[in-house]
């Protein structure tokens, strides 16, 4: 028998981590990632659920702890997958949650802590400034600084004497770069779907230097919920399924046309993928 491919049996363990934490069907039937006031989000979450071998029952965990739970599972699948990339991605990784202090100690960002001091002694100035460079990434990947022996590695590429402002070179006093932003919703509700796309904007207009990769990570069942932060370009670049083929086959077998189109214009058009895809894209 043909041994399963590696980010096939990863996303087994994926999903098998959400079994064992968030992913629960309560006493009336109703998975955790579901909407329960609406019956096609019900339906196609059981639809989802049966398809990933859903077995415990159990009561639903709060909001918060369901968010945090997501949050680490989803660093541990790309500490377990995107790490296995180092022949496609040389370099010196590190996966890990983030909060608002972090994101100021790698290098794109690094000012953002003189701005916050300046805030903190200046209130006309916190005022005009608000909190749009507050970020808090959910899970962030960040590369260390290369030494001069690892760049000349193959000849001498760099001297003392000029490339003394790139960013990767560790002689020129840098920060490590942060290299992805992953923003991970175990559901998506109209209250706070435009979180991840705020933050987004924020990363992509606080910088100095290249942009790191911005992505979602997501449980939601419902193509009609996930378009609220799919569909549109500029922001993210793309949003991930916890199980893209089994919501698939889901739509399929409830012959939901309206929510099969839109997963088709989503996926068709590049703004959503299965979370087997991110460690790929993010070895782009």
């Not at 109703?30 to 989802?48: E, H, L």
């Not at 909001?63 to 990339?85: P, V």
């Not at 760049?151 to 001297?159: E, M, S, Y």
């Not at 739509?251 to 299965?274: H, N, P, Q, T, Y």
Request: proline letters at 4%.
């Amino acid at each position: 028998m043909e041994q399963p491919a590696y980010f096939s049996e990863a996303r087994k363990s994926f999903h098998a981590a959400l079994l064992n934490s968030i992913l629960r069907i309560d006493a009336t039937g109703v998975p955790s990632n579901a909407d329960k006031g609406s019956r096609i989000s019900t339906n196609i979450a059981i639809g989802i659920a049966r398809r990933i071998g859903v077995e415990a029952i159990g009561a639903r965990l709060a909001g918060q702890m369901s968010g945090n739970e997501f949050e680490e599972i989803c660093r541990k699948f790309l500490e377990n997958t995107f790490l296995r990339l180092d022949h496609l991605r040389p370099g010196i990784w590190r996966i890990q949650r983030g909060n608002q202090a972090v994101i100021a100690l790698y290098e794109q960002y690094a000012h953002l802590n003189a701005l916050a001091r300046a805030a903190r002694r200046d209130p006309e100035l916190a005022t005009v400034l608000g909190s749009d460079y507050i970020i808090k990434p959910d899970v962030i990947i960040t590369r260390e600084l290369e030494g001069d022996a690892t760049i000349n590695a193959r000849g001498a590429l760099v001297d003392e004497q000029y490339v003394r402002l790139a960013d990767l070179r560790k002689i020129n006093g840098g920060l490590p770069l942060l290299h992805a932003s992953i923003s991970c919703k175990w559901t998506i509700r109209s209250d706070r779907v435009q979180g991840s796309r705020t933050e987004a904007l924020n990363l992509i207009r606080n910088r100095k230097g290249h942009l790191p990769h911005i992505v979602v990570v997501t449980g939601e069942p419902w193509p009609n919920r996930l378009a609220a932060i799919a569909l549109g370009t500029g922001d993210i670049d793309c949003v991930y399924h916890f199980a893209l083929s089994e919501l698939r086959e889901t739509l399929e077998e409830l012959a939901a046309a309206d929510s099969k189109e839109m997963f088709d214009i989503m996926v068709s058009g590049k703004r959503l993928k299965d979370i087997a895809d991110l460690p790929l894209d993010l070895a782009v």
